[in-house]
């Protein structure tokens, strides 16, 4: 294609921006608090090039990695690409070369058996290093102060799965990063791997398991004992790969399952909890240990959220028709069998926010995003094609939820948050805004953690579009310090 298609996954706030750019001393509206000193680093999609098939999607955008670094209450900003193996081969055609998401063979017989990840999910940061990740591939390490792409990362060569996760979880107190690849083996394989990195950055583990299906496991969960994998019934199949269709499709009628296992013990240890049928979800919220309980806190809807894994399966839902909630799952690991308890804790919502201090822990206080039902049409944009407009504060120990609903033609971006030394510490979100008829307004927001409801006690105008964001992470300029 010579133009990217009129289709949601290219317009409104997934509009193709493209550029790569940097600005000091940004304007400041308020004051940011001082303790607020370090980067927020953004992992955005932003498609160099018009896609091969018009039928293209936004997660297929090439990663890009944005940087807030705020110091002394001053503020810059600066975005680069993420140069994959398959940025630099398409750079160099000066053209798209790599088709279907997900399905290497749709692509361009020039780049067959070429590294298709486009690195542009999460922003990971782990004994000095940062990642950029996308669960289709290994991770590209980041240079934290130019943003140059420094190449894969594989441990050394150590790593002998072919994937990680775009949600690994670190241990607050012992500094290890707990991590994954699914489809470990190759396509389609039921292959997962499960590994530990330890405070200094080196592979110390890693153990491969079969999952019951090929499944999208985007995200899995610690506590302090035991490592949890969520099993959700969107399939991949080589076959239909081969035919030229999509990777991913839902299957309504199929159980989920979640494998839990000791986080330091082996694989033969998984045990196999059975849960509902046609369920999803793509985040969780935290896990944490209650005696001889384990609870699981998902952001869980009855169907899965992405309109074209859907599709794929047959299932015709329109967007606002899904139901779900903040659900908690609860695992007796004293008493045997396949059962678990659930009850909702929660408006249906995602993109969840914890304290790292909270992660594997029982936990105070979380923070996720949901659409207002009194905030008018949500503006188009994001991979399911609607803009959040609201965060959520939950204590899912008494059930107080606070929110901070945005005006009409608004748009909230996924948090990162900010510890403190006294209350809840900030959190940091970017929130756009329509400014004509196909024209949006970004600004960077700082957000009282503890007292939502106040709105933004600072805001950073930025002089240039802002392509919607997948996730982010917040680095203190102390672990910046620390840098490799």
Known sequence: MTR???????????????????????EVIGEIPPEIDGAFFRAVPDPAHAPMFEDDIAL??????GKFTIQAGKVDYAIRYVETARYLAERTARRALFGQYRNPFTDDASVAGQDRTVANTTPVWHAGRLFMTKEDGLAYEIDPDTLDTRGRWDFYGALKSETFTAHPRIDPETGEMFFFGYEAGGLCSTDVAYAIADREGNLVSEQWFQQPYCSTIHDFTITQHYAIFPIFPTTADLDRLKAGGPHWAHQQDLESWVGIMPRYGKVEEMR?????????????????????????????????????????????RAQHEIQGGLTRWTFDMSQPGEAFESRVIGPPGDMPRLRDADQGRMYRAGWYLTINPQGGPPLPGGPVGVAFNMLMRIEPGNG???????????AINEPVHVPAADGEGWLLAVVDQRSGEDSFASELWVIDAGDIARGAVARVPMPLPMRA???????SAAELAKAG
């Open 60 to 65: 297929s955008g090439d990663g890009m990695i």
């Open 4 to 26: 990217f298609p009129d289709t949601i996954h290219f317009t409104g706030l997934n509009t193709p921006v493209g550029i790569e750019w940097s600005a000091r001393n940004l």
């Open 469 to 475: 964001q997948v996730h982010g992470t917040w680095v």
């Open 400 to 410: 107080r939820i606070d929110a901070l609903p945005l005006g009409p033609s608004m």
């Open 272 to 316: 196999w909890f059975k849960g509902p049928r046609g369920v999803s979800a793509f985040h969780f919220m935290n896990a944490f240990e209650e005696g001889e309980l384990v609870h699981l806190d998902i952001c869980l809807s009855d169907t899965n959220a992405f309109g074209f894994m859907r599709e794929a399966g047959g299932i015709q």
